[in-house]
């Protein structure tokens, strides 16, 4: 075995097994999320997207959008203890705290899925006056948001412009539903992780080149008005 490429889906518990590859001289390599060990050395790099970064970029265009009118904000939260999470509730968390109109109201995890984002979505509508305290719904990932968007449907309100939406990845779906006018921005991320990974990992075999710990992919926001184009962009790439 040349190498071990690791996705952690939560960010502790990885010492044993990463001691494991140490011993036995296989590099490790972690892509898309990082993890929370106190001896580095155990893996060669984390390739991820700044994830408090794509969460600023929301929280930053909401504070535009809103321009200073009261807005409570509901979150859908990734899975409780993964890395990318965390960031991504920092960083949207950053982009608001100087701007009192925009409050977070309801906070739960969605798991980064559909069907769990519109069962919470579901559950923060009832709770909030069958959604119209809710000014906007930001999501962890697209998928726990257009889960959202279904339950914002079901209500009887309008996704997009009842309530604004604001997620992250950029998969084809989101472009699909901005074209429909019920999703309004998200961010997206380099979908090719392991490029990088691989690179750093063939240099480390031809002369030793340690990478650095850290390497930053590429992250974007998108509004509705390029939709059309970044979804061809994502079937000409074979989404």
């Known amino acids: 075995m040349d190498a071990i490429f690791i996705a952690p889906v939560v960010a502790t518990g990885w010492e044993p097994v990463l001691k494991e590859a140490k011993d036995a001289e296989i590099p490790v390599f972690l892509l898309d999320r990082s993890i929370d060990v106190k001896d580095k050395s155990l893996y060669m790099t984390t390739v991820t997207a700044d994830n408090i970064l794509e969460g600023k970029l929301i929280g930053d265009w909401l504070v535009k959008e809103v321009n200073g009118k009261p807005c409570n904000v509901v979150e859908l939260q ?11 509730k920092k960083g949207f968390a950053e982009a608001i705290k100087n701007a009192p109109n925009i409050k977070i109201i309801r906070s739960q995890s969605g798991d980064f899925t559909r069907s769990k984002g519109k069962e919470v979505m579901e559950s923060f509508i009832k709770a909030e006056n069958n959604g119209k305290n809710i000014c906007m719904v930001y999501a962890h990932n697209d998928d726990m948001v257009i889960g959202a968007i279904q339950a914002i449907k079901e209500a009887g309100l309008k996704p997009g412009k009842d309530i604004l ?3 992250i990845d950029g998969v084809p779906d989101i472009y699909k539903a901005m074209m429909d006018c019920e999703a309004n921005a998200s961010v997206e991320l380099t979908p090719n992780m392991a490029g990088p990974a691989f690179d750093a990992l063939e240099k480390y075999k031809k002369d030793g080149t340690m990478p650095e710990k850290l390497t930053l992919t590429k992250s974007t926001l998108y509004l509705p008005d390029t939709a059309k184009e970044e979804l061809e962009k994502k079937k000409n790439m074979g989404y």
Do not use: L
């Open 165 to 167: 939406t604001g997620s």
């Open 78 to 88: 990734g899975t409780v203890g993964a890395s990318v999470a965390i960031d991504r």
